[in-house]
């Protein structure tokens, strides 16, 4: 059955007839051609651009054209392909997996709504002013419950050596394992030496900001310019208040005193260090019934990144797009994203309610992954990395080097 917004009926607004959902197909069709966000921007709004949608998308198109290969678990002859990988994951060429995000609201919901439809002694305006907030409320949280997923690809990719994986048991309830491998560059995935912890700092066996210095350096020998470096907030506000941090700023007379925001952004400009984005993103999730939230992020990590946008996020046209129910009311919300919203009742042997649906086929493209690194700073086990070849201590290496070291002391 059709939204209960299309049953409020008779209300005017601005001296002209209100029809609700007609209203929010306008918003999106408006903030569409203008390229606007209509409600908060996300990381991967800053970070990315939006193509056009696509009739056809499979991952095997994208695989083609872009750097970047899918995995997913498979059941019987669904597999493309015999040869599997021994974690259980297989090549995926097909379509790119549907992101969505559904929630229900109860007929309670709807009869606090008709008490105000049908109150003569509110006004006309507060009528509207009411039953457009519970509205939004619904087209929101089902427009950003998609635009939730491409955040957590690109967080946990940027945090995780260029990898983002779903798995139903801790971060994807309902859905399907699925993996995505942006192949990132081995030169670029790095590991401190020694954990970034006040224990080590206070020994003198590294300095953070000097560490930093040293990896910008390095990227732009290799033609690469840092713009942007991503970490967590205990790591950042740790960054600011360790000693190393202090001395640097206030010198040995005022090391005791703290660092502000400013005083750092100036002593990382000094040092051609870019401006650290302090990543606190956490997604909402429904797990057997409870509702619980998951963190993309990896806080013993940082992200090396040039600034602005690094990637762009191809959509495929929503399958509710081509194959329209007839009781069901629909909106383009843009950049691929289709809201359905629906009654449930006795017809359809579900408790009676509203159900409001996200939906829609897209996914991030990191098309700077060569220019990105991912530096692994805590939960290492330390080890002795090899002097360079002018007899010169490194504060870090890459992650293959740094796994091979035991293999090479023991040889």
């Given at each position: 059955m059709k939204s209960i917004y299309s049953k409020f009926k008779g209300l005017y607004k601005d001296g002209r007839p209100i029809d609700f959902l007609a209203?929010?197909?306008?918003?999106?069709?408006?903030?569409?051609?203008?390229?606007?966000?209509?409600?908060?921007?996300?990381?991967?709004?800053?970070?990315?651009?939006?193509?056009?949608?696509?009739?056809?998308?499979?991952?095997?198109?994208?695989?083609?054209?872009?750097?970047?290969?899918?995995?997913?678990?498979?059941?019987?002859?669904?597999?493309?392909?015999?040869?599997?990988?021994?974690?259980g994951f297989d090549i995926w060429t097909k379509e790119i997996p549907r992101v969505g995000h559904k929630f229900f609201m109860p007929a309670r919901t709807y009869r606090k709504l008709m008490e105000v439809y049908e109150n003569p002694r509110l006004s006309e305006a507060q009528k509207v002013r009411e039953i457009e907030k519970t509205l939004k409320a619904d087209v929101q949280d089902a427009y950003l419950g998609c635009k939730d997923v491409m955040d957590f690809i690109a967080l946990m990719a940027f945090s995780n050596w260029g990898v983002a994986q779903f798995k139903p048991a801790i971060n994807n309830p309902?859905?399907?394992?699925?993996?995505?491998?942006?192949?990132?560059?081995?030169?670029?995935?790095?590991?401190?030496?020694?954990?970034?912890?006040t224990a080590n700092t206070k020994a003198g066996k590294l300095s953070p900001v000097l560490m930093l210095a040293a990896i910008c350096a390095d990227l732009r020998q290799r033609g690469i310019e840092p713009g942007e470096i991503l970490m967590s907030q205990d790591l950042y506000y740790w960054l600011r208040m360790d000693q190393t941090t202090r001395l640097l700023v206030h010198g040995n007379d005022k090391q005791a005193q703290t660092v502000t925001k400013t005083q750092l952004e100036t002593l990382l400009g000094e040092n051609e260090i870019p401006n650290i984005t302090v990543v606190t993103r956490k997604m909402g999730q429904d797990k057997d019934g409870k509702r619980g939230s998951v963190e993309?992020?990896?806080?013993?990590?940082?992200?090396?990144?040039?600034?602005?946008?690094?990637?762009?996020?191809?959509?495929?046209?929503?399958?509710?797009?081509?194959?329209?129910?007839?009781?069901v009311d629909y909106m383009n919300a843009g950049n691929g994203i289709r809201i359905a919203k629906w009654r449930t009742g006795e017809s359809t042997g579900q408790v009676a309610g509203e159900v409001t649906q996200g939906s829609g086929r897209l996914l991030p493209i990191i098309t700077d992954i060569n220019a990105i690194i991912c530096m692994q700073v805590r939960g290492i086990s330390e080890k002795t990395i090899p002097a360079d070849a002018n007899g010169n201590e490194r504060m870090y290496c890459t992650k293959q080097e740094f796994e091979g070291i035991d293999a090479l002391m023991e040889g």
């Open positions: 209203t929010w197909r306008k918003a999106f069709d408006k903030a569409s051609e203008r390229e606007v966000a209509l409600f908060q921007k996300m990381y991967s709004d800053n970070w990315f651009t939006y193509n056009t949608p696509q009739m056809s998308l499979t991952a095997e198109g994208i695989m083609g054209k872009y750097r970047l290969r899918f995995m997913a678990t498979l059941l019987a002859d669904e597999s493309p392909t015999p040869q599997r990988r021994s974690d309902g859905g399907r394992e699925f993996e995505i491998d942006y192949n990132m560059d081995e030169a670029n995935k790095l590991v401190s030496a020694f954990n970034w912890t993309p992020w990896n806080h013993n990590f940082i992200c090396i990144k040039p600034a602005g946008v690094i990637g762009e996020i191809q959509p495929s046209i929503e399958d509710s797009e081509l194959m329209e129910e007839d009781d």
